[in-house]
């Protein structure tokens, strides 16, 4: 018997919209549970460490966003043929995990919001992605970190679906990834959910 | 076997969990540590993307600190028995990470260092250890997911050790996660890493 799967997470996109967009990817169904900000202070109390995004897997919690996302990759085949590509898309993913994570997501003033954002963007994530960007180019090939799609792919298209939207400027020197992001908005189940889903600014 | 070489700091940081795995598992590999400078100068730019650790497997270069614990995990047997257990391993290592993280490693003032260190166990840590007792004594096992004991009894290990060091007491009222740290530093491989390996402060 299949599993149930409901995932609880803020009405936005933060760590939880991969995941909405991986089950689109594998065409699997799942309760998308949103919370508005009001109900976080309740909600903070039944998750089993008090974050979000969890995922109910036939009602068990399922917390931390890299694990859920881990976890549906590899049953519905988005994590690589093998371990050492299940790793290489970690990297890949962690790596830009860590350099978005630098952005001043919460900064109120937006002309210091505007300032902070550029520098890293220049000073942390450019160097990273310029990095991703000549070894895609040289694989000439059509996924990130093998032959099929994986995880890897579908948060670079993420990322750059919003880089598109906030400030094209910045990826005019990815074109190899941009390429790959345009590639996987027509991948089946994707191209649909993205066409109908609720647009967040974040 | 491949030849491994870790890269990293002399610390325990993000790479004592790279060198626990490979002890945990009785696997040889190379462990280079080098200082502040030695980073600067030399072995930043040799990086993928200017940041350490790095796992070198015959020659080739592989970083993200989650990435490299996850490969090895599953290579030697520390990643649980399937892709539920491997999800639920990766949620608890997250979660004790999340908290430690936040402990003021690098502030040099003595005394706000030991101000910021008590809030940090107060409203973090142990609130977080105390639902990893609960959860633990209410399933009965040995280890914290499934049968054997995998990356995430590690980590509690070496965060247990570390909370040891500092105040012993702050423990005591989770007797079945000191048992679990007790039991697997007692195991073949970590006993003999443990009693030779460099104390860091972190």
Not at chain 1, 149 to 160: A, E, F, P
Not at chain 2, 104 to 116: A, G, R, S
Not at chain 2, 172 to 189: E, H, I, M, S, Y
Request: hydrophobic share 40%; with cysteine.
């Amino acid at each position: 018997m299949s599993e149930k799967y409901k995932l609880t997470y803020f009405d936005a996109y933060g760590k939880g919209e991969i995941i909405r967009i991986l089950f689109a990817a594998a065409k699997v169904e799942f309760e998308d549970h949103r919370f508005k900000v009001e109900e976080w202070p309740k909600i903070s109390k039944e998750m089993p460490f008090g974050v979000v995004p969890v995922l109910f897997i036939d009602g068990q919690p399922l917390s931390q966003s890299g694990a859920i996302m881990r976890y549906i990759a590899s049953k519905y085949g988005f994590a690589g043929a093998d371990q050492k590509e299940a790793a290489y898309c970690e990297m890949i993913v962690s790596q830009l995990d860590d350099v978005f994570t630098k952005l001043p997501w919460f900064e109120p003033d937006p002309k210091i919001k505007e300032e902070k954002t550029e520098a890293v963007w220049k000073e942390s994530i450019l160097p990273s992605m310029q990095k991703m960007e000549d070894y895609f180019k040289e694989k000439k090939r059509d996924y990130f970190t093998g032959e099929k799609l994986t995880y890897c792919d579908v948060v670079m298209m993420h990322i750059l679906i919003q880089a598109q939207i906030d400030c094209p400027q910045r990826i005019k020197t990815l074109p190899t990834l941009c390429a790959l992001r345009d590639r996987v908005k027509e991948v089946d189940g994707v191209k649909e959910y993205l066409a109908t889903r609720k647009v967040c600014p974040a | 076997m491949p030849h491994y070489k870790l890269s990293y700091f002399d610390i325990y940081g993000r790479g004592e969990m790279v060198r626990l795995l490979f002890a945990a598992a009785k696997v040889e590999f190379e462990d280079e540590r080098f200082t502040r400078e030695q980073w600067k100068e030399t072995y930043k730019k040799t990086t993928p993307f200017g940041y350490c650790p790095v796992l070198y497997i015959d020659g080739a270069p592989l970083c993200e600190s989650g990435a490299i614990v996850r490969l090895l995990a599953s290579k030697f047997g520390f990643n649980g028995a399937n892709t539920v257990e491997e999800a639920h391993i990766a949620m608890f290592n997250g979660a004790l990470r999340t908290m430690y993280v936040r402990l003021p490693n690098f502030d040099v003032d003595e005394q706000l260092k030991e101000e910021k260190t008590r809030v940090v166990y107060k409203d973090h840590i142990l609130p977080l250890l105390e639902k990893i007792e609960k959860k633990f004594s209410d399933k009965k096992a040995e280890f914290l997911v499934g049968e054997k004991m995998s990356y995430a009894d590690l980590r509690l290990m070496q965060y247990l050790i570390i909370t040891e060091r500092y105040d012993a007491s702050l423990l005591a009222p989770f007797p079945n996660l000191v048992a679990l740290k007790d039991r697997c530093r007692n195991t073949d491989g970590l006993k003999q890493y443990l009693a030779t390996s460099k104390i860091c402060p972190f």
